[in-house]
C-alpha cells in the first residue's frame, strides 16, 4: 500500500525504542531481505517476529518471492561477441579520423597539427585498437570452461574419412532437380583502386527487410526451398523489429538473419563477393569494406556460411576468423563453441589472438573456442562436402 | 593469482594501455549487457545500448571519480546512458510482429530457436521478465541494479542520483508492482 508507506516515512521505530508493528514489518521487508537494515532495526524487526506468526507468514512468502525473482532474472546472459569486436572498431575508427579543425584555423594550425598527429601515431598504444578487426581474446569463454578438452597437434591430421563425418553437410537432402538460379552478374569497375560498381542481378524492390536511412550493402538474391517450409522466407531481425525477407530484397548492416528448415540464402554483396547460408544458420554481416579495413566481417552465430569472395572476407565464429583474400571457402559451427574452416580455392588464414593457421585449397581447419586453431589437414574433394553450395535447388515461389 | 584491480586498469588505461580497456570490457560486458538487456527488452537493442555505454565510458573514463568503487562509477555513466536512450527511443514506433506483416500465424520452426528464445528457458523467467520490462523505468533500474548486479542501496543511490530512503521506498513498490503483475498473470493463465 503506498499511501501508508508514504506516511510511515521517516519514522524508525527501533530508535524511538519501540517495537514494530506489523504495518512496520510490511514496510521494512523489502529492506530487511535485502540485508539494508540497521543492527537495531534487524532486532526490533526479528522481535516482532517472534511474537506474531502472520508476519512470520508474510516474510517467508516475500522471501521465497523475492529468491524466485532473483533467480529469474540472474541466469547466465553471455554479451554477444559482437559488442567487444564493435567497440574497439569504433574507437580505432575514431583514433584515426582527423580532428575537424575549423576552416579559418587550419591554416595557422598546420605545422602543429602535423606535429600533434605524428607525436600521437609514435607515442600512444593504439597496439590494439589499430588491427580493429583481430578477433577478440575469448576470455570469458577460457575461464567459464576450463575443462574444454584440447585439440591435441597430435591429433592432426585428421582422418580423412573422419573429416567426412564431423563435418556432414547440414542439408544435404532433399535433393533438387531444377535447374540452378543464374549465376549473379557483378561488374566491376577497372583499376584496383576504383569503387567497385553496384550491379544486382535482379533490381531489388522494395520488401521490409529495407532499413530506412542506410545504404544497402548487398541483395538478397535467391532463396532455395521447399514450398512447405516457411514458405521459403527467411528471418531477417534488427532493431528489435523482425520481418520476413523475400528475394530479391535490400540487405542492411547489421541485420541479424536466420535461415529456416532446409533453406539455403544467398546473398551477393555489393563489390560480387556471394554469400550462401545453409538452413538454420544464423549469420550478421558486421561490416563493410572501408578505406582502413577493406573486409567484409560477418559473424557466424551456428549454422554453416559458404563464401565466395574476390576481395577481402572475414567470418568470425567461436572466437576465431576465417579471413580469404579471395577465395572459395565455407566456415562451420554448429552450436557455436567450435568452428570449421573448408577450403575450395585460394588460401585462408584462420586465426585467433591465440594463434593462426593457414589452411590451402583442399585443405580443412578446425578450432574450439578459448583455443587455437589447429593445423590444417587435407580433404579429399571439399566442394563434394560443401555439396549444399553447389547443388542446383529450386527457387523459392512467393506466395500469391 | 589476483586479478588486476579495476581501479588499476582504470589508471593504465589513462597511461595509454589500451589493453586494459579491453580487460575492462571483458570483465564487465556481461553484466553490462544484462542490464541493458532488461532495459531495453530485446537483444538488438541491447547490443547497441552495450555498445554506446563502452564507448561513452572510454571517453569520459579521465572523468573517472575515485570517491566511487569503480563499478559503481561505471553503473553511474551506463544507467544515465540508459535513461537517455530510453528519451530518444520514446517515440519509436513499437516493434512490428510478424504476424500483421504477413497477415496470417507464422512459426519459425522448433529446431531453431530464436535467441531470446533460448535465454528465456522458462515460461517463468519470462513472465518476471515481462514484468520488469512492464515497471516504470524509475522503478525498473532500481530492481535491475538490485537483483541482477547486488548492489547496496547506498551504491543504487550514487549511481541514480537519489536518496538511499528512495531506493528503499522505489525498491519497495517496485517489488509490490511485481508481484501484482505476476499475479495477475498466473490469474489469467489459470482462466
Redesign the interface.
Same mark, same amino acid.
Given at each position: 500500500m503506498?499511501g501508508g508507506?508514504v506516511l510511515e516515512?521517516g519514522r524508525d521505530p527501533s530508535r524511538e525504542g519501540k517495537g514494530m508493528n506489523c504495518r512496520d514489518i510490511k514496510?521494512y521487508s523489502?529492506?530487511y531481505l535485502?540485508g539494508?537494515l540497521s543492527p537495531a532495526q534487524r532486532d526490533a524487526f526479528f522481535a516482532h517476529l517472534q511474537e506474531c506468526s502472520g508476519c512470520c507468514d508474510l516474510v517467508g512468502e516475500?522471501s521465497y518471492?523475492?529468491a524466485?525473482?532473483?533467480v529469474?532474472?540472474?541466469?547466465r546472459? %553471455?554479451?554477444?561477441s559482437?559488442?567487444?569486436y564493435?567497440?574497439?572498431s %569504433?574507437?580505432s575508427r575514431e583514433a584515426a579520423r582527423p580532428v575537424a579543425i575549423p576552416i579559418w584555423r587550419r591554416a595557422a594550425l598546420r605545422p602543429a597539427a602535423t606535429m600533434a598527429a605524428v607525436l600521437a601515431l609514435a607515442?600512444?598504444?593504439?597496439?590494439?585498437?589499430t588491427s580493429s578487426y583481430e578477433p577478440? %581474446?575469448p576470455?570469458?569463454e577460457t575461464q567459464a570452461q576450463p575443462n574444454r578438452p584440447k585439440l591435441a597437434a597430435a591429433s592432426k591430421p585428421a582422418p580423412r574419412i573422419a573429416m567426412r563425418a564431423s563435418v556432414s553437410p547440414v542439408r544435404p537432402e532433399p535433393r533438387y532437380s531444377q535447374p540452378a538460379p543464374p549465376p549473379a552478374t557483378v561488374h566491376r569497375a577497372a583499376g584496383p583502386a576504383a569503387k567497385p560498381a553496384i550491379q544486382p542481378p535482379v533490381q531489388p524492390a522494395p520488401s521490409?527487410a529495407v532499413m530506412p536511412h542506410e545504404d544497402p550493402i548487398g541483395v538478397v538474391t535467391y532463396i532455395s526451398s521447399p514450398d512447405d517450409?516457411?514458405n521459403g522466407r527467411f528471418?531477417a531481425?534488427?532493431?528489435?523489429?523482425?520481418?520476413?525477407a523475400d528475394a530479391p530484397s535490400d540487405l542492411r548492416l547489421r541485420t541479424?538473419l536466420?535461415s529456416?528448415?532446409e533453406t539455403v540464402v544467398t546473398i551477393t554483396l555489393r563489390d560480387g563477393t556471394v554469400v550462401k547460408a545453409n538452413q538454420?544458420t544464423?549469420w550478421v554481416i558486421q561490416r563493410s569494406p572501408t578505406k582502413e579495413d577493406p573486409a567484409w566481417g560477418i559473424r557466424l552465430?551456428r549454422g554453416e556460411l559458404w563464401v565466395r569472395s574476390p576481395g577481402v572476407v572475414k567470418v568470425e565464429s567461436a572466437g576465431v576468423v576465417a579471413e580469404a583474400d579471395p577465395g572459395e571457402f565455407s566456415v562451420r559451427s554448429l552450436d557455436g563453441d567450435d568452428a570449421t574452416v573448408l577450403v575450395a580455392s585460394g588460401a585462408v588464414k584462420f586465426h585467433n589472438l591465440l594463434g593462426s593457421s593457414s589452411v590451402a585449397a583442399g585443405q580443412a581447419g578446425v578450432t574450439q573456442a578459448g583455443e587455437a586453431p589447429g593445423d590444417a589437414f587435407s580433404v579429399d574433394d571439399p566442394k563434394s562436402q560443401m555439396d549444399w553450395a553447389y547443388t542446383p535447388a529450386p527457387a523459392y515461389k512467393p506466395l500469391e | 593469482m589476483t586479478p588486476t584491480p579495476d581501479e588499476e586498469l582504470v589508471a593504465d588505461c589513462l597511461a595509454g594501455n589500451n589493453v586494459a580497456f579491453e580487460e575492462l570490457m571483458a570483465r564487465y560486458e556481461d553484466s553490462l549487457f544484462r542490464l541493458a538487456y532488461y532495459w531495453t527488452g530485446n537483444r538488438d537493442d541491447a547490443q547497441d545500448l552495450c555498445q554506446d555505454c563502452f564507448i561513452h565510458l572510454y571517453h569520459v573514463l579521465p572523468k573517472y571519480d575515485r570517491q566511487y568503487r569503480f563499478a559503481v562509477w561505471m553503473y553511474k555513466v551506463c544507467t544515465n546512458n540508459c535513461i537517455n536512450w530510453l528519451k530518444r527511443h520514446r517515440r519509436r514506433p513499437p516493434a512490428m510482429s510478424l504476424s500483421s506483416l504477413l497477415g496470417e500465424e507464422v512459426e519459425i520452426p522448433d529446431t531453431l530457436p530464436l535467441p531470446e528464445q533460448t535465454l528465456l528457458a522458462s515460461e517463468d523467467r519470462k513472465a518476471v521478465m515481462d514484468a520488469v520490462n512492464a515497471l516504470p523505468p524509475a522503478y525498473r533500474m532500481p530492481i535491475i541494479l538490485k537483483y541482477l548486479e547486488d548492489f547496496s542501496y547506498k551504491e543504487i543511490a550514487q549511481m541514480l542520483n537519489i536518496s538511499v530512503k528512495n531506493v528503499e521506498i522505489r525498491l519497495h513498490r517496485a517489488k509490490g508492482m511485481l508481484q501484482k503483475t505476476l499475479r495477475s498473470g498466473i490469474g489469467r493463465a489459470k482462466a
Open positions: 503506498e508507506l516515512v514496510r523489502s529492506a535485502d539494508e516475500a518471492r523475492e524466485a525473482f532473483a529469474a532474472l540472474k541466469h546472459m %553471455a554479451a554477444p559482437a559488442i567487444r564493435n567497440v574497439l %569504433a574507437l607515442g600512444t598504444g593504439w597496439r590494439t585498437f577478440l %581474446a576470455m570469458a521490409p517450409v516457411l528471418l531481425r534488427r532493431d528489435g523489429r523482425g520481418l520476413w541479424h536466420q529456416a528448415d538454420r544464423e552465430v | -
